[in-house]
């Protein structure tokens, strides 16, 4: 017999999440002049994006939970469209050349924690996002230092604000972690840290 669920519903927006990206748009860039540090975060944002619609495909091949399905399918909706303003941003020159990883990578981390139980899904996707949210911000600062675009910190900005609702999302559903969700996370965020290095120069 399975244990009764100890996760919390998943905040309801019937199918469709609010978006702080749903008014940003692609930002035309010159870069011939864009330094070299933001073309190599740029390329880390697209990576992160690629990961995040992937992790969701992952969770709808692990499980069944109509929950964490319903979660799934509104989150992939926004990461969806964060990917789609950052392909129409960064030409496919300056973009990862490990693509097909990057794909694989994200399936094994929205599957297996997926596999595990809903509450360590939630652990994952809260913890990861959270980073995610800290690692915009950096961006932004690295941004507004080397090319101040407002167009360009505003996407930034509006898709720091989406990981941030994201996380917090999986968080409320989630409840109290224990320490397999810990650990989950904590591996999760340690493989998006070196995801990111990678990404930079790859």
């Not at 933001?38 to 992790?55: D, N, P």
């Not at 939970?65 to 926004?78: E, K, N």
């Not at 990861?128 to 900005?157: F, K, S, T």
């Not at 720091?160 to 972690?177: Q, V």
Request: charged share 25%; net charge positive; aromatic share 8%.
């Amino acid at each position: 017999m399975h244990a009764p669920s100890t996760t919390r519903p998943a905040p309801d927006y019937h199918g469709v999440l609010p978006a702080a990206a749903a008014e940003a748009e692609p930002v035309p860039l010159d870069f011939d002049r864009l330094p070299r540090r933001v073309i190599r975060e740029l390329r880390a944002s697209h990576v992160g994006e690629t990961v995040a619609v992937h992790l969701y495909d992952g969770v709808t091949r692990a499980t069944r939970d109509p929950d964490v399905l319903r979660f799934a399918a509104s989150h992939r909706a926004v990461e969806r469209h964060h990917l789609a303003l950052f392909e129409a941003t960064l030409p496919p020159r300056y973009r990862s050349r490990l693509g097909p990883f990057w794909r694989f990578a994200g399936l094994l981390m929205g599957g297996l924690p997926a596999r595990v139980g809903p509450k360590a899904f939630y652990a994952v996707v809260s913890a990861v996002e959270h980073w995610v949210d800290g690692h915009y911000a950096g961006q932004i600062a690295l941004v507004r230092r080397l090319a101040p675009d407002r167009r360009l910190l505003d996407l930034l900005q509006a898709c720091r604000n989406d990981e941030a609702h994201h996380s917090r999302d999986a968080a409320i559903a989630m409840g109290r972690a224990g320490w397999v969700e810990r650990l989950l996370a904590w591996i999760a965020v340690a493989g998006s840290r070196l995801g990111v290095a990678v990404a930079r120069w790859v």
